[in-house]
């Protein structure tokens, strides 16, 4: 097992952008196995989906039940038995009660002001060095790690740091079991040092609100609360990443129809980050086994398919996503559409992610901005050539080399 991520070594075949994957025919569910070899349940049409991620049936928690199977072979952060994603029912939404106000639609735009001026500064900073120019270094990865180090108010917050413990935490093969232990340890760490600092000197930041809403709940747990902050600083910027730096990958190749008209006005770049969401996943599924993963805990019909108590099942809104029955059309077509159906990029159900419209907002305002600022934007290199972020549950690229 590799101990560094590293996606360009010697031998390695170029992966192709993920808008390119080949993803798996939505049908009825089917059995597979994960790569520890437990059986799971691989669902993939959008109705079939949806119901996994929001059928009480199913859950997270059945998942860290003594009887249950493995299913990953290397932990990550997504395994934390302490974190709001791994607890189902009444506890669950007491801890989301708890961060989900700093999260509704009329909170985040609230934000926009502020994300418009962070976006504007990126871009004057990305014109002053000059083309060519890594759109990943100088765009792509400041802007969310800045918004959400101003929501927490993590001003000191170590980018470098930041970026070696998300990559660990989210780690499928990229790292050993032990150098993962070692950095979410680490990160852990800061957790806790960040709460207590906020304990000494609240403030009106995110942590703070945390801090007083789980104060006057009473019955959430340190362990919960370091879990909180981590999962919180991880989910805050690594989807808006990803998601940014892969959009940039499609656009930047030769639909120059399509930058223009993204520069021409919010509408138009709103609607195409929802097709984009929508059509290029968040990772691939040849690094790691697709899907949003839950346990039964009874016998439930899915897709015309009794899935019995105890299984583990596989939602996977890559292919969701592309239901032919939704969706008939292609970004090239379809990217400034109305979407046919809810993506599920961002889940369903109790566990929807907290961020996603604080991720839509950056990636809106981050294309139209853009666009509107370079028009001549486009990559400078083959995308052959891209040097990709490999073995995490993600992939987006390292470095991207543009020129205007």
């Known amino acids: 097992m590799s101990t560094e991520n590293s996606a360009t070594s010697a031998g390695t075949a170029p992966l192709p ?4 994957m080949r993803r798996l025919e939505p049908g009825p569910p089917r059995l597979a196995s994960l790569p520890t070899g437990t059986p799971v349940w691989l669902v993939s049409r959008h109705a079939d989906v949806r119901q996994v991620l929001t059928d009480p049936r199913l859950g997270r928690a059945p998942l860290y039940a003594p009887d ?3 299913v990953t072979v290397t932990p990550n952060i997504l395994d934390d ?19 989900q106000r700093a999260f509704t639609p009329r909170a985040i735009e609230r934000w926009r002001p502020w994300v418009a001026s962070a976006v504007e500064s990126l871009i004057d900073e990305l014109i002053d060095h000059g083309s060519p120019a890594d759109i ?14 101003r929501l927490m108010n993590l001003d000191n917050l170590d980018s470098k740091r930041l970026a070696h413990w998300s990559d660990h935490a989210l780690s499928t093969t990229a790292y050993s079991a032990e150098a993962i232990v070692t950095a979410m340890t680490e990160f852990a760490a800061f957790g806790s040092e960040v709460i207590a600092q906020r304990r000494a000197a609240p403030g009106e930041d995110l942590v703070s609100g945390l801090l007083a809403a789980a104060a006057e709940d009473g019955s959430i747990t340190e362990g919960q609360l370091v879990a909180l902050v981590i999962g919180l600083v991880v989910a805050g910027h690594e989807t808006t990443m990803t998601s940014l730096g892969n959009a940039l990958v499609y656009l930047l190749q030769d639909d120059r129809e399509a930058w223009q008209r993204l520069a021409s006005d919010e509408a138009s770049a709103a609607a195409a980050t929802e097709q984009l969401l929508r059509a290029v996943p968040l990772g691939d599924a040849q690094e790691h086994m697709p899907g949003l993963i839950r346990r039964t805990v009874e016998d439930v ?9 105890g299984s583990v099942v596989a939602a996977d ?3 969701a996503n592309h239901d032919p029955e939704f969706f008939t059309g292609d970004l090239r077509t379809e990217l400034f559409s109305p979407l046919a159906a809810p993506t599920l990029t961002f889940g369903a159900g109790p566990h929807h992610c907290l961020g996603a419209w604080l991720a839509r907002m950056e990636l809106e305002l981050a294309l139209h901005r853009l666009a509107r600022r370079l028009p001549a934007l486009r990559l400078a290199d083959p995308v052959e050539r891209i040097d990709w972020r490999r073995g995490l549950l993600t992939r987006s690229p390292n470095a991207l080399r543009v020129v205007w």
């Open 136 to 149: 990943i270094a100088g765009y792509s990865r400041p802007l969310p790690v800045a918004v959400i180090s």
């Open 81 to 99: 038995p302490q974190s709001m994603l791994n607890i189902d029912g009444t506890e669950h939404q007491r801890l989301r009660r708890t961060v």
């Open 68 to 70: 249950a199977p493995r």
């Open 17 to 20: 952008p993920l808008h390119c």
């Open 301 to 309: 019909e899915i897709g015309g398919v009794v899935i019995p108590a």
């Open 317 to 319: 809104a890559a292919a």
